[in-house]
């Protein structure tokens, strides 16, 4: 084993004085049989980490709580949270997990976009950047209003509504209205100006079965290394009817965001300039001025990690959905859910114009013109990227029972209609823009896409309980797309692609009727419990125009054409088996444990791969790139978890996780055999150690957290890789008991502080495509936050 590896674990497992909590909650019970009120209550009283033996899941099912996420920070995203599980490799360069254009997630050699998400049951689509068919959890609900998360980390449930879980599925679920009257007032405040002012009213049970909240919450943070400033505002609404009849469930999430992005560095072996960071110039515009030559270069010595004005990324929401559970009798219930959602978004970099193939794409559209005049004189332009979703849903769920079975069957519709623009404007010298403007009057659109996409999915399952300690659980899915996309604004001949004449227009059809699940579940005892499960999945075709591994981002009609008539859809199969265990015991001052093993293997075929036979001019203009399979992926990995609790006030929770993804072939690019074949899955590492400590001292809770991520290769071809990381965050908490009393309630504080050991590095790292050059955003400085809250 590695020793930085093994240092890392003996250093975990050093820890029994710091020992008290840990948070993993693998297999939680079946929700749907429990109300959500009484859910939330048991959880909140609940030790950390406490193994749900009596789960009815035959996969590895991992929870998170409301109250295990905000412990790590106030505010946190959803999928950020995760990091402290097994087998979870997140990465982005705030400690909130919320800037989105640099984010990194692994999960089992899987990547984010092959990945399933659903909040409270809708649709989020693949969490890609640019996206196009759903939105990022912390957009569509609050954090502090998150209940719970659950990750099932080698196969979803089959009536999980997506077209992208390959290899597993993040579900994340609003909290429930409180039963009793209340406001609840939350404000952090911390390093880099950081501001966040979370409210939040509850009606408590009013009428017949009713009870409603509503909450927003203001967040603001300067970047660490550049003046830009993160935030945004959101709102949520929850409305929930409980009768005779069944429940009603109304949701309501507006979002409104605005942050800068960071710009990664470039490495390989011919960049001499290798910064740390890339910071932005902004608001700085004479400095942005002197930085360039006279015809919008940049300074020779720093190659490609050139310095941009700014970058940002502009997000608007709305989500709502609506949700009867109807009781049809004592043992049938029928869910019907409706839901739609906007999303008016542009992502934006206001850079030079003499670097990355611009003159060349500029004079297309400009010829023998003076190109710093054209574009106001200061040697910028701002480029945007401007993507409107509309969609809009329907699931519908009947469950039964007969005898010892338990019947499902479901049916997901959705038709999304998407866009995305690439435009250039003019970044005037007397009035420059601001990462804070949506900008207007175009010079160039480069290219338009609008695609019409219908989504349809069909799921049935049966659970029979052969005996009263085992079960037989099997089932299947269906999975179809119809996907139309047109361009309506075609770029000009070589204004994308070396020798495109025009982007591809035309209609896909993918179907996959059968997609088959397995497993059983043993109870061994009334402690402990085994799982098998086999599930096969589908990844349906990326529906996006103009960019990525889509076929309607390919660089001709006949490429197109091509691929419509002879790719194939990814798909995986997964195995998996483990135990899960929770004991009490009278060891002296240990007290009790709990935890899981899982060990799983994954065969992942057709894998899709964007490749180009023709040189790449710039990140501007490409290649003339195809879209291929590119072979199989085989996966072993082995997850163990696990709790050990001393007495009520101490708990150490460790995650230990292996993972080896492998490439089974190579693949041509062109006339060139690009040697992948035994190579390990870039990006994800094979080695992670997580651990959570928490010391409780009268009325002060200590909570240690580590995170190790091993080495992660970072390219195809294994040539460069990037170390090793190892992060720790300290959390402080407890009562403010001279506020409480009167008309205040439980008033407390929390203070938080990211990177203790304020360590520096390479965070995540981007794929390069070919070997000799990757791409890396650096890790965060230490950073501290106190937040204040109360109940009124």
């Given at each position: 084993m590695n020793k930085k590896f093994s240092a890392v674990c003996f250093a975990a497992l050093s820890f029994p004085m710091l020992a008290m909590a840990a948070n993993v909650a693998?297999?939680?019970?079946?929700?749907?049989?429990?109300?959500?009120?009484?859910?939330?209550?048991?959880?909140?009283?609940?030790?950390?980490?406490?193994?749900?033996?009596?789960?009815?899941?035959?996969?590895?099912?991992?929870?998170?709580?409301?109250?295990?996420?905000?412990?790590?920070?106030?505010?946190?995203?959803?999928?950020?949270?995760?990091?402290?599980?097994?087998?979870?490799?997140?990465?982005?360069?705030?400690?909130?997990?919320?800037?989105?254009?640099?984010?990194?997630?692994?999960?089992?050699?899987?990547?984010?976009?092959?990945?399933?998400?659903?909040?409270?049951?809708?649709?989020?689509g693949d969490q890609q950047y640019g996206n196009y068919n759903g939105l990022s959890p912390q957009r569509a609900v609050i954090s502090e209003n998150v209940g719970r998360v659950i990750l099932s980390s080698g196969a979803g449930d089959l009536s999980?509504?997506?077209?992208?879980?390959?290899?597993?599925?993040?579900?994340?679920?609003?909290?429930?209205?409180?039963?009793?009257?209340?406001?609840?007032?939350?404000?952090t405040v911390g390093s880099?100006?950081?501001?966040?002012?979370?409210?939040?009213?509850?009606?408590?049970?009013?009428?017949?079965?009713?009870?409603?909240?509503?909450?927003?919450?203001?967040?603001?943070?300067?970047?660490?290394?550049?003046?830009?400033?993160?935030?945004?505002?959101?709102?949520?609404?929850?409305?929930?009817?409980?009768?005779?009849?069944?429940?009603?469930?109304?949701?309501?999430?507006?979002?409104?965001?605005?942050?800068?992005?960071e710009d990664s560095t470039v490495r390989s072996a011919t960049e001499k300039y290798q910064p740390y960071t890339r910071p932005f110039m902004y608001p700085n515009f004479q400095q942005a001025l002197s930085y360039l030559s006279p015809t919008g270069g940049t300074p020779a010595a720093e190659g490609n990690n050139y310095r941009n004005y700014y970058s940002d990324a502009q997000r608007t929401d709305y989500l709502t959905y609506a949700k009867f559970d109807m009781n049809l009798g004592e043992s049938t219930t029928w869910s019907n859910q409706v839901y739609y959602h906007n999303d008016d978004g542009v992502g934006v970099v206001a850079g030079p114009i003499g670097v990355a193939g611009l003159p060349a794409l500029f004079a297309v559209y400009f010829p023998g013109q003076n190109l710093k005049q054209v574009f106001g004189n200061s040697g910028y332009a701002t480029r945007t990227t401007?993507?409107?979703?509309?969609?809009?849903?329907?699931?519908?769920?009947?469950?039964?029972?007969?005898?010892?079975?338990?019947?499902?069957?479901?049916?997901?519709?959705?038709?999304?209609?998407?866009?995305?623009?690439?435009?250039?404007?003019?970044?005037d010298v007397n009035n420059p823009s601001s990462p804070y403007d949506r900008p207007s009057n175009p010079l160039i659109t480069q290219y338009g896409s609008e695609i019409d996409n219908k989504v349809a999915q069909i799921h049935l399952q049966d659970e029979w309980r052969v005996r009263p300690d085992l079960a037989l659980q099997a089932g299947f899915k269906s999975s179809l797309q119809f996907a139309d996309g047109q361009f309506p604004v075609q770029p000009k001949a070589g204004a994308i692609a070396n020798g495109s004449l025009a982007l591809p227009v035309g209609e896909i059809i993918?179907?996959?009727?059968?997609?088959?699940?397995?497993?059983?579940?043993?109870?061994?005892?009334?402690?402990?419990q085994m799982f098998v499960n086999v599930q096969k999945n589908m990844r349906q075709f990326v529906t996006y125009g103009g960019?990525?591994?889509?076929?309607?981002?390919?660089?001709?009609?006949?490429?197109?054409?091509?691929?419509?008539?002879?790719?194939?859809?990814?798909?995986?199969?997964?195995?998996?088996?483990?135990?899960?265990?929770?004991?009490?015991?009278?060891?002296?001052?240990?007290?009790?444990?709990?935890?899981?093993?899982?060990?799983?293997?994954?065969?992942?075929?057709?894998?899709?791969?964007?490749?180009?036979?023709?040189?790449?001019?710039?990140?501007?203009?490409?290649?003339?790139?195809?879209?291929?399979?590119?072979?199989?992926?085989?996966?072993?990995?082995?997850?163990?978890?696990?709790?050990?609790?001393?007495?009520?006030?101490?708990?150490?929770?460790?995650?230990?996780?292996?993972?080896?993804?492998?490439?089974?072939?190579?693949?041509?690019?062109?006339?060139?055999?690009?040697?992948?074949?035994?190579?390990?899955?870039?990006?994800?590492?094979?080695?992670?150690n997580k651990f959570v400590a928490t010391a409780t001292v009268a009325d002060t809770e200590f909570q240690l957290i580590g995170d190790y991520v091993g080495k992660r290769y970072a390219t195809y071809t294994n040539d460069l890789s990037v170390p090793s990381y190892f992060l720790m965050s300290l959390g402080v908490s407890g009562k403010l008991p001279f506020l409480n009393g009167g008309w205040v309630k439980n008033a407390r504080y929390r203070l938080n502080v990211s990177n203790l050991a304020d360590r520096a590095g390479s965070l995540n790292v981007v794929v390069g495509a070919a070997s000799g050059t990757y791409n890396t955003f650096p890790i965060a400085p230490r950073q501290g936050f106190l937040t204040l809250m109360a109940d009124f």
């Open positions: 693998a297999a939680v019970a079946d929700m749907a049989d429990t109300p959500a009120a009484e859910v939330e209550a048991a959880a909140a009283a609940a030790p950390m980490a406490v193994v749900e033996v009596a789960t009815r899941k035959t996969r590895s099912s991992v929870d998170l709580t409301k109250d295990d996420m905000q412990k790590i920070l106030p505010g946190i995203n959803p999928l950020k949270a995760l990091q402290t599980l097994p087998g979870v490799s997140f990465q982005t360069a705030d400690p909130w997990g919320n800037n989105e254009q640099n984010l990194s997630l692994f999960i089992h050699g899987f990547s984010g976009p092959q990945l399933g998400y659903t909040m409270d049951g809708v649709p989020l999980t509504a997506s077209t992208s879980n390959l290899g597993g599925t993040i579900e994340t679920f609003s909290a429930n209205p409180l039963a009793s009257r209340n406001l609840a007032v939350q404000q880099y100006k950081t501001s966040r002012t979370y409210l939040r009213y509850d009606t408590g049970n009013f009428g017949d079965g009713s009870s409603a909240y509503i909450s927003g919450v203001h967040h603001e943070q300067k970047a660490w290394d550049f003046q830009g400033r993160q935030g945004g505002d959101q709102i949520n609404a929850k409305y929930v009817n409980n009768s005779s009849l069944g429940k009603l469930t109304l949701f309501v999430d507006y979002s409104d965001k605005i942050e800068p992005n401007e993507y409107v979703i509309n969609r809009n849903g329907w699931l519908s769920t009947l469950n039964t029972e007969f005898g010892d079975h338990k019947l499902q069957a479901g049916l997901w519709l959705e038709h999304n209609r998407s866009s995305a623009y690439r435009r250039w404007y003019a970044l993918t179907k996959k009727w059968f997609l088959p699940q397995a497993g059983a579940r043993w109870d061994i005892t009334a402690q402990d960019g990525g591994a889509s076929p309607w981002s390919l660089a001709s009609q006949q490429a197109f054409d091509l691929f419509r008539d002879t790719a194939k859809p990814e798909t995986s199969v997964t195995y998996e088996a483990g135990l899960r265990s929770s004991h009490q015991l009278n060891m002296g001052a240990v007290t009790a444990f709990d935890g899981q093993v899982n060990l799983y293997h994954v065969d992942f075929k057709d894998r899709l791969l964007t490749i180009s036979p023709t040189p790449v001019i710039s990140s501007i203009i490409g290649g003339n790139p195809l879209l291929a399979n590119v072979g199989s992926v085989k996966t072993d990995g082995i997850d163990l978890s696990g709790t050990v609790h001393f007495g009520r006030g101490f708990s150490f929770y460790n995650a230990l996780s292996y993972n080896h993804s492998t490439y089974q072939d190579n693949y041509l690019n062109g006339k060139d055999v690009v040697a992948t074949a035994g190579k390990a899955v870039p990006g994800s590492p094979e080695w992670m």
